[in-house]
């Protein structure tokens, strides 16, 4: 089974083009949706959230409080990398078990759709190719305000916190060019690419 890794900044594209490819057979594994579900109640991440935050951290319903935890690492950052140091390695164990279970079922292709896989580095080593979906920061921000209650201010500085374009293109073997306001010239080049990739 080849692995690719797919990534790319806030509103590029990544889930419509991982949709894409999971439409032709591929397996979608989506690393913040397993960062969600190990936050959510009951999550495999609440009781090391529970013994190293508090219960402060951890809401009635048994999920991570978020905006509780937005306030700790305003006032104290390091806490921003002891939640990592407990999420990461969960959410490695999980894509990792959803790997193997496509392989088992006979995947030829996994999609490791990663929002943060430029900048976290330890993903290359279990990853064959890495594809990029690149487009403008507007171009980003006109379809992440599109779709959610975000403010621009919110989203450029969701962008300037993440890998720079460059630095994205800089670890790509594909680069996707998701600039074109056109479903169907995103599609052209997934169906392109899954010929490549035998999908
Ligand atoms: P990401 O997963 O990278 O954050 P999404 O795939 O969710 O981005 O895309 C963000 C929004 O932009 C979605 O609402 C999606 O439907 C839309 N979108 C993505 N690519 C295109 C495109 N080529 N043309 C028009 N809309 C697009």
Known sequence: MLRLGLTGGI??????????WAARGAAWIDADANARAL????GGA?????????E????????????????????????RQQLEAIIHPLVGQ???AQAAQAAARGCRVAVFDIPLLVESGHWAQRLDAVAVVDCSAETQIQRTMARSSLERSAVQAI???????????????????NEAPSL???????EQIAIWLQL
């Open 39 to 42: 936050t959510a109640p009951g």
């Open 159 to 177: 962008i300037d916190a993440q890998a720079s374009r460059a630095q994205r293109r800089a670890a790509a073997d594909i680069v996707i060019d």
């Open 11 to 20: 509103g590029s594209g990544k889930s419509t083009l991982a949709r894409m």
């Open 184 to 190: 169907a010239a995103l599609e052209a080049q997934a």
């Open 46 to 54: 609440i009781a090391a959230i529970r013994t190293q935050f508090g």
């Open 56 to 79: 402060a951290l951890v809401d009635p319903s048994g999920a991570l409080d978020r905006a509780a935890m937005r306030a700790l690492v305003f006032a104290q950052p390091q806490a």
């Open 94 to 96: 999980a894509t990792a």
